[in-house]
């Protein structure tokens, strides 16, 4: 006869107690459930709509041997209790076959003792139909459309969501859950004029889908982007200062994140690494992590191994405060975590920024393009091209050029270069256009010198 699955902390601690019985001195396991939507629209038809429901236990044991603690993870998606009980004994034996590590373990403790009230979803919006949703992709996509005679065609007005359940525990008495959703909504139009064909995009996405943008906002900003792409040339290779706009200045906080992330540092493959209490950046620039922003999209009440979550700043005034870092990192390098660990159900822990954002200045994009006599605008960048340990970055980029403080023409088949740190340190603007379109949020920023590479 086949079993009823377990849901829930039911199914963390059934894999936590058989893995004790089997000789594991310590155990965390993570249960995630997910509902999730997608579904895209080009022109007036619907071109796909995706539903899809998973659920996945992952379980990590620990077996003591001389020199340290051995790991095994593994993962089920079957929440029979046979089957728990069989991989949790399977866990265990893969540990009993790996090499042990001095610094392997779970946090000695600290763990999340409360639940604040984050805001992580609606459950009304659980009572949404998937038409309501994608009729608000259809209203993006004629409003990008009706915009302008030169916007001829798209890839598509996407909508999305998702519903997840995290439950957490571990063998040193904690156990938790909470509930989240996710929801956005994207459209990217296709412009076309003399010849030229651009295309753009814009985006919002939120914890609720009631703190969306407006469907038709969202087309219409894409169209205006898309369109402002046209007749775009090369210019020659110069050095002048490059302003980023936010959605392409947060990835300058991505790569801030990879390089304080204490895997990076303890592995001595960050340029960050041993430079904590020094000035990295400009005094205008300050970082913070806060995973418990309400309402934030990488909010959560803990992390990955059961540490509450923290707002850590890690740059202050330009000075390199703090490493983002989970147990084991922390170990590693002799600190205590940042309660920053990430982990999918498959799989260790790892540190990871939560809502990272660069504080936002006083000035509107508008002036800081007049108050640059010569220089770019980027608006979007492509490609890879940073390196983590030497600090060296070179990204394909397009955008707008400026010429006398006001912008002149769009300008593609540039690259940009230089030193991140060598970027941070000449941010010498800083934008009041805070932009959350994600986990990760930044203003518009000038940096006041950099190559471009163009004809």
Not at 229 to 254: D, Q, W
Not at 289 to 315: M, Q, Y
Request: charged letters at 25%; hydrophobic letters at 40%; a negative charge.
């Amino acid at each position: 006869m086949s079993q009823a699955p377990l849901t829930g902390t039911d199914a963390v601690e059934r894999a936590l107690a058989r893995a004790k019985a089997a000789g594991a001195a310590d155990a965390d396991a993570m249960l995630l459930e997910s509902d999730s939507l997608s579904a895209r629209v080009r022109g007036a038809e619907i071109d796909f709509v995706k539903q899809a429901r998973e659920r996945v236990l992952g379980l990590r044991v620990f077996v003591a041997k001389r020199g340290g603690l051995a790991t095994g993870s593994v993962s089920t998606s079957d929440l029979a209790p046979d089957t728990i009980d069989r991989v949790a004994d399977e866990a265990v034996a893969l540990a009993r076959a790996t090499a042990p590590d001095p610094v392997a373990g779970l946090p000695d403790g600290g763990f999340a003792s409360d639940a604040p009230e984050l805001g992580l979803f609606d459950p009304a919006d659980r009572e949404v139909a998937v038409e309501a949703r994608i009729d608000d992709a259809k209203r993006a996509e004629a409003a990008a459309r009706a915009l302008d005679p030169r916007i001829v065609n798209s890839e598509g007005s996407e909508v999305s969501g998702e519903f997840r359940r995290v439950a957490y525990g571990n063998t040193r008495g904690f156990t938790g859950a909470y509930e989240s959703a996710g929801h956005s909504l994207f459209s990217e139009p296709l412009a076309r004029e003399n010849g030229s064909m651009q295309r753009d995009y814009w985006l919002t996405a939120a914890r609720r889908i009631d703190r969306l943008e407006d469907p038709a906002a969202v087309g219409r900003r894409a169209a205006e982007r898309a369109l402002r792409r046209l007749n775009g040339r090369r210019v020659p290779t110069c050095e002048v200062p490059v302003i980023f706009e936010p959605l392409v200045a947060r990835s300058l906080l991505g790569h801030v994140a990879g390089c304080v992330s204490g895997g990076a540092i303890y592995r001595e493959a960050s340029f960050l690494a041993g430079r904590l209490g020094e000035r990295i950046a400009s005094e205008l620039v300050t970082v913070v992590d806060d995973g418990r922003l309400p309402g934030g999209l990488g909010s959560r009440p803990f992390d990955g191994e059961g540490l509450p979550t923290r707002r850590n700043v890690v740059l202050e005034g330009g000075i390199l405060k703090t490493y983002l870092l989970d147990g084991y990192s922390a170990r590693k390098l002799g600190m205590q975590s940042t309660g920053s660990a990430a982990r999918g159900a498959a799989g260790a822990p790892s540190p990871s920024s939560t809502n990272l954002w660069l504080e936002p200045g006083a000035l509107s994009p508008e002036e800081i393009v007049r108050r640059t006599e010569r220089g770019l605008l980027v608006t979007e960048l492509i490609g890879m091209g940073f390196n983590a340990v030497t600090g060296d970055y070179s990204r394909g980029a397009a955008g707008l050029w400026i010429e006398d403080g006001r912008i002149v023409h769009a300008v593609e088949e540039i690259t940009i270069a230089g030193h991140l740190g060598e970027m941070l340190a000449a941010i010498d603007l800083v934008g009041s256009d805070l932009l959350w379109a994600g986990a990760t949020a930044a203003p518009t920023v000038r940096v006041a010198r950099m190559t471009v590479a163009g004809s």
